[in-house]
């Protein structure tokens, strides 16, 4: 709802206009569920004395909006604060003698709407000295219900300090800028922004906008600066509130159940690799990229209707582990399977594919803490919660009687165990409550390798479990485990030293558990992998496909991440791609791994894009040095890259844009912190060389 005062100045008037075209942007008129209502008189004039404010306020039925609609009140017009401490809208018809009279009190405008029945409230007041209203509200709230203080949201946003005037244009720049940040940069996974969230947004605009001012000797006085609006209450700045849209957040459809959804592959991955396979960007079915490792499939899928067991999918960095339990997790769950757009993922063996609700829960370690893991482990299994502050063996105990006890067959994934925080001690906590679930049915079974003796809990049946009774229960995890006779491969292959030998760790609380490596004889899968990334890729026939697929597997050292990084510059090459195969140059680079085919990549995006290579290794180098689950773009990115070159980092969001947008995306993944997307290398082991890569590019080690 918009309540503006024109005041007859043509330049008043039009920056008034050019406010409500900027809010457009973040509450759509006549969109979603924003529909609104400017203020003016029955016969169209605009609002000139105290009795048309509160005849419109009664018209407009602002005090009784209901519940399930977000209410947003936009007041823009001349305000003033009176000696008496109280702010007042100023109107045509104001007496500066008769504020009492002629003047409204901004307080109970704001009050209108905030102690309306909506549950979700906005008022923004873009009026002068709109911020000195601050003292008021607080005051007031004491008449607001103490329910509907608990259970609202109610966010009031002033634009002007005291002293200072109405914004005008200034507001209307500042909104923009600040919509053109969430909608771009700042990229927070959410429908919703907190008041916290949007005023940060409006700061990072101004500063923005500051920038690019023409630049003085003396730096501008602080009242010359941009007009930073601020929040008028803050008790409820860190909840979300349905009256803050995010025009930012971009939906991803699911691929599989919630359960699922941290080992499955995300829609975002799905996409990218399924254009990325078929090179048709427009069509609703791409393809299906994962081809070859039939054999591996086969095993997985038949464990899966085995009663009772451990199965361990272990191999060298970079040798598809992950792709493996990824398309198992992925290809079980019923939304991925009832989607016509990954029809084509289901042209193969059927007794490669598993069973519907195949897998009932699946995570990945990677960078979660033992307590973290068993926390999401047990709400996924809809286990029986311990009481808020229960100690980790608690959450141990919980999820071993769920597994003990009577119900439907259960099958969890745990991959990247090696990635995790601690990863021997997660090993030891997370997997302990499957030791005697996933043991032998026959009772006189027993464990030939007990957990260590300092560990709070210790696996086993206790008195009156009755193991006959208990339901299947089936655990398949991922794990880096270098291959005992690994061959020799040329400096900065980018091999990388393992982390302890955690396949051995596990084998010994699980000794019957089967070992199924990725790293044997992976020859003949990449070839078929390389062959189905090219398919349908014009310039490709099926001669130069075979060529291609010859050519990789010879040289990608029994790496699929390898593999794929140069069939990526292959298509990147469009018509050279074929002539590439050819090249000692590119050949030298991919015999070298990773780092070879990736510093190819930087000077080809230094000479056709201008991104210098420097920068743009700075950028990716940022995201493997990110904490946690990868780095926010906003303010993270750069500041972490600006650390990483030692130097500063001109226009960092136009030239991390190029970067998301280049073949140099490939290399990166994305996830979710914190509510915001975030973003970290493709791999572990890209990671790693990212990490020790020296800065000045005349090195690979």
């Known amino acids: 709802m ?29 969109e979603g569920r924003f529909g609104w209502q400017l203020s003016e008189n029955p016969d169209g004039t605009p609002l000139a004395t105290r009795s048309d404010v509160e005849s419109f306020l009664d018209r407009s039925r602002l005090r009784e909006t209901g519940p399930e609609l977000p209410l947003v009140l936009f007041v823009s017009a001349h305000g003033l604060f009176s000696a008496s401490a109280r702010h007042y809208l100023k109107l045509p018809t104001t007496s500066d003698r008769r504020l009492l ?22 008022v923004i007041l873009n009026m002068c000295e709109s911020s000195a209203v601050g003292s008021e509200l607080i005051s007031l709230q004491g008449e607001l219900d103490e329910d509907r203080k608990d259970s609202a949201v109610l966010n009031v946003l002033g634009t002007a300090v005291q002293g200072r005037p109405v914004l005008g244009a200034e507001l209307a720049r500042l909104l923009r800028r600040a919509h053109q940040l969430v909608t771009t940069s700042e990229q927070i996974a959410r429908p919703h922004l907190k008041m ?7 700061h990072n605009a101004a500063e923005s906008l500051e920038a690019e001012r023409p630049r003085r000797r003396q730096p501008r006085k602080v009242s010359e600066q941009i007009s930073v609006p601020e929040m008028l209450l803050t008790r409820w700045q860190h909840k979300v509130s349905l009256a803050l849209p995010n025009p930012g957040y971009r939906p991803e459809p699911a691929v599989a159940e919630p359960g699922l959804q941290d080992v499955a592959a995300s829609y975002r991955q799905l996409e990218y690799w399924m254009e990325k396979a078929s090179g048709r960007l427009d069509q609703a079915d791409g393809g299906w990229y994962f081809s070859g490792r039939e054999q591996l499939n086969l095993q997985l899928v038949s464990f899966l209707r085995e009663p009772v067991g451990v199965k361990i999918v272990a191999g060298s960095a970079g040798t598809g582990k992950s792709a493996l339990l990824g ?6 769950a019923r939304v991925f399977r009832d989607c016509d757009r990954y029809a084509s993922a289901l042209r193969c063996r059927p007794d490669t594919i598993p ?17 973290d893991a068993l926390r999401q482990l047990t709400a996924e299994l809809g286990c029986p919660a311990p009481p808020e502050g229960a100690d980790i063996s608690a959450w141990q105990q919980a999820l071993e009687d769920f597994l003990l006890g009577p119900g439907d067959p259960v099958t969890v994934v745990i991959d990247s165990l090696d990635e995790a925080y601690e990863p021997g001690q997660f090993i030891a906590a997370v997997l302990a409550p499957f030791v005697p679930a996933t043991r032998s049915h026959d009772p006189a079974a027993a464990i030939t390798s007990p957990l260590p003796s300092d560990a709070a809990f210790v696996p086993g049946p206790r008195p009156g479990t009755g193991r006959t009774q208990a339901r299947t229960v089936r655990l398949l995890l991922g794990v880096r485990s270098t ?19 955690l396949l051995a760790e596990i084998t010994d609380r699980f000794p019957d558990a089967e070992i199924l490596r990725s790293d044997e004889n992976p020859d003949a899968d990449i070839r078929a992998y390389v062959k189905a990334l090219l398919k349908g890729q014009p310039h490709w026939s099926d001669a130069a496909r075979a060529e291609a697929a010859l050519t990789i597997s010879d040289h990608a050292h029994g790496s699929f991440l390898n593999a794929r990084l140069a069939v990526d510059q292959l298509r990147a090459h469009k018509d050279l791609g074929p002539r590439l195969l050819r090249s000692r140059t590119w050949l030298d680079s991919l015999s070298i791994g990773i780092a070879g085919l990736l510093r190819s990549e930087l000077h080809k995006l230094e000479r056709e894009d201008g991104l210098s290579a420097t920068e743009a290794l ?16 906003g303010t993270v990115w750069p500041a972490l890259a600006e650390a990483v070159l030692q130097m500063p980092l001109q226009h960092p969001d136009e030239k991390i844009s190029r970067l998301l947008k280049s073949p140099l995306a490939g290399y990166l993944t994305t996830d979710h912190e914190d509510d915001r997307v975030v973003y970290r290398p493709a791999h572990e082991q890209l990671a790693q060389i990212l990490r020790r890569w020296p800065a000045d590019l005349k090195g690979t080690r």
């Not at 009279?101 to 906005?122: G, K």
């Not at 291959?483 to 030998?501: C, L, M, N, Y």
């Open 101 to 122: 009279a002629t003047a409204v009190p901004t307080a109970h405008i704001a009050y209108a709407a905030l102690d309306s029945l909506a549950q979700h409230v906005l």
């Open 196 to 202: 916290s969230e949007f005023t940060l947004l409006l």
């Open 483 to 501: 291959r005992r006779s690994t061959p020799t491969a040329p400096a900065g292959a980018g091999t990388v030293a393992p982390v302890g030998d």
């Open 327 to 332: 398309r198992l997790v992925t290809m079980s």
């Open 618 to 633: 700075g950028l990716l180098r940022a995201t493997a040095f990110a904490q946690g689950r990868g780095v926010a773009w």
């Open 355 to 371: 069973a519907v609700g195949a897998v009932t829960a699946a995570l990945s370690a990677r960078h979660r803490s033992a307590a």
């Open 2 to 30: 918009g309540l503006t005062v024109p005041d007859g100045d043509v330049r008043f008037d039009a920056a008034l206009e050019e406010q409500l075209d900027a809010l457009r942007l973040w509450w759509p008129d006549g």
